[in-house]
């Protein structure tokens, strides 16, 4: 009995057999190493704040436009081949257009789900575009481009660009009236370029305008090259998310080194999944209820006519906007024409989003930190980092209402003219209005920061002194308020010293430190910047009866 008993407990100290899923999870270890990956990833600590939530707006929308995208390919003929509709829509029936266009009709009114796939699918790409634009000034606004996420600040720029042009291009590819005024648009301002702008014309489309080619040009690039290099684009950008440590806003217990958060395995992966289908949903009752671009009420394209009213989406009203309030400037050189009202604004265009996607080293030059940084900066603290993106901003809302000034001018009952001079004007007035009150805003919350340090927080509560005097009585700042006022860096701008040596002797300074040096005291000096309290000031202001 004893032997039987000894047996049986050495056999139910076996161990089980492997199930099929130990086995399957056992064999991709050993040739992908996936258990040492996601034990340091799955349970990385992400921070848990509203505003993070824009990106993954971008993500999810993203992802939403490559499903309805591969749905409304199957049933799309890039086509420029001439036809003679006869289908659904009776008002088109007998009228000539081309392939892409009668395709465009069919998957609207014939093919089962095509004008919601059509619609979600349009929708989509507005909020992408517009997801990412937020997103980045989130990113720019709380300093979120700084090292060592310089070159995350690049791919999202970069995403932004191919958006906007991935948009141009879908936008074209239905060859309604609509559309096909863009890509008229579009091939005026490529005839502007000196010199090559006709063989670029000519490369294009395939001849002269409008030819047969573009709409099988754009095709392509539109469903497989632009998306193609944007998904590697969004991917990297993922992988460098998760290599940095996530950056989260100032408050207790964060710092350079620590991260305060929830693990991506399963609370964020959770909400994460949640948000997907919310945002999905959002834009599936969007596209069900909300028309956008009926092709169908412009009609075919034809190059002699132009729809009234004809305005690109959103993101590019931006473009047409310089191009529109732009005096129509000529010079003729040696039996040439050089349409500077065109050729001007389509080179601004790129320079000023340029200037967005450069600034992140303008300003590490200017303050030669070579640290890395994982707390996000409160934008009051850095005024004119933060007046500098109003500007920009205001000069996009400008511009846009410059590239609708026929609908503003119609539906408010103005003039076009009066609205295309007021733009002209406010191009160089609104942004420089919005820098200088967005800075006076931020220096009066600093003000207001360092006064709730010192002097504590308002409780309404009136106390009448012995003397007669009635005063508020102030409630001093928890711990955490007061490290999340103060936790911010006030270093000294960058000096060039002094000009002369000891010896008398003259040193050398380059433009560039010149340059540097003021931009530094612009920046940073004490015309930018509050002085936060002092441990000092703090002391002395709270180790008497001095808050009442």
């Known amino acids: 009995m004893d032997g039987a008993r000894t047996g049986k407990t050495a056999g139910s100290t076996r161990r089980e057999p492997a199930s099929k899923g130990e086995k399957v999870a056992d064999w991709a270890d050993g040739r992908l190493g996936l258990y040492g990956l996601a ?50 829509y009776v008002p088109l029936n007998g009228v000539p257009m081309t392939r892409a266009y009668e395709s465009t009709l069919d998957i609207s009114f014939d093919v089962r789900g095509g004008l919601l796939i059509r619609q979600i699918h349009h929708w989509a790409a507005l909020v992408f575009v517009t997801g990412m634009l937020v997103h980045m000034m989130r990113v720019f606004f709380t300093g979120a481009f700084r090292k060592p996420r310089e070159l995350n600040w690049l791919f999202g720029w970069t995403l932004l660009m191919l958006g906007i042009i991935t948009g141009l291009t879908g936008y074209s590819l239905p060859d309604d009236l609509l559309s096909g005024t863009g890509i008229r648009f579009a091939d005026g301002a490529i005839l502007s370029v000196p010199i090559v702008g006709t063989y670029l014309s000519f490369f294009l489309f395939g001849g002269e305008f409008p030819g047969h080619d573009i709409i099988p040009r754009l095709f392509p690039i539109h469903v497989l090259l632009l998306p193609g290099i944007m998904l590697g684009l969004v991917v990297a950008h993922l992988i460098l998310v998760f290599y940095h440590k996530h950056t989260q806003y100032p408050g207790p217990g964060r710092d350079q080194k620590s991260v305060v958060g929830m693990p991506f395995l399963p609370v964020y992966m959770a909400k994460a999944g949640g948000f997907f289908f919310l945002v999905f949903g959002v834009l599936a009752i969007m596209g069900g209820i909300a028309s956008i671009n009926p092709v169908w009420a412009f009609g075919p394209y034809r190059p002699d006519l132009v729809t009234t009213g004809a305005q690109p989406d959103w993101y590019l009203g931006f473009s047409e906007g310089l191009i529109r309030v732009m005096p129509g400037w000529e010079i003729n050189l040696w039996g040439h024409t ?36 994982h707390i996000l900066d409160r934008p009051r603290n850095v005024p004119v980092r933060t007046g500098l993106g109003v500007a920009w901003l205001s000069l996009y809302a400008v511009l846009l209402i410059g590239g609708g000034n026929d609908i503003v001018a119609t539906h408010l009952h103005l003039s076009i003219n009066a609205i295309t001079w007021f733009v002209r004007i406010s191009v160089f007035v609104v942004p420089v209005a919005a820098f200088l009150i967005t800075k006076r805003v931020c220096m009066g919350l600093q003000r207001r920061d360092r006064d709730k340090v010192l002097h504590g927080r308002e409780t309404g509560t009136i106390r009448r002194l012995p003397h007669g005097e009635f005063v508020e009585v102030h409630e001093p700042l928890p711990q955490d308020a007061l490290f999340t006022l103060t936790q ?37 000096g004490s015309d930018s910047q509050i002085a936060k309290p002092t441990v000092e000031e703090y002391r002395e202001l709270t180790s008497g009866d001095h808050h009442h």
Not at 352 to 368: Q, R, S
Not at 516 to 521: D, G, K, N, T, W
Request: proline share 7%; hydrophobic share 45%; charged share 20%.
């Open 39 to 88: 034990k340091a990833n799955m349970r990385k600590v992400f921070p848990d704040h509203w505003s993070f939530m824009l990106g993954e707006i971008c993500l999810y929308s993203f992802l939403i436009l490559i499903l309805t995208g591969i749905y409304l390919t199957l049933f799309f003929e890039p086509s420029g081949v001439e036809v003679i509709y006869h289908g659904s």
């Open 338 to 373: 050089l349409e500077l009202g065109v050729f001007i604004p389509f080179s601004l265009f790129p320079l000023i989003l340029l200037a967005l996607g450069l600034y992140p080293f303008v300003e590490a030059w200017i303050t030669g930190d070579k640290r890395e940084h």
């Open 488 to 524: 911010h860096e006030q270093n000294p701008p960058y000096e060039i010293g002094p000009l002369v040596d000891a010896n008398g002797v003259r040193r050398p300074v380059k433009a560039g430190q010149r340059m540097r040096a003021r931009l530094a005291r612009v920046m940073f």
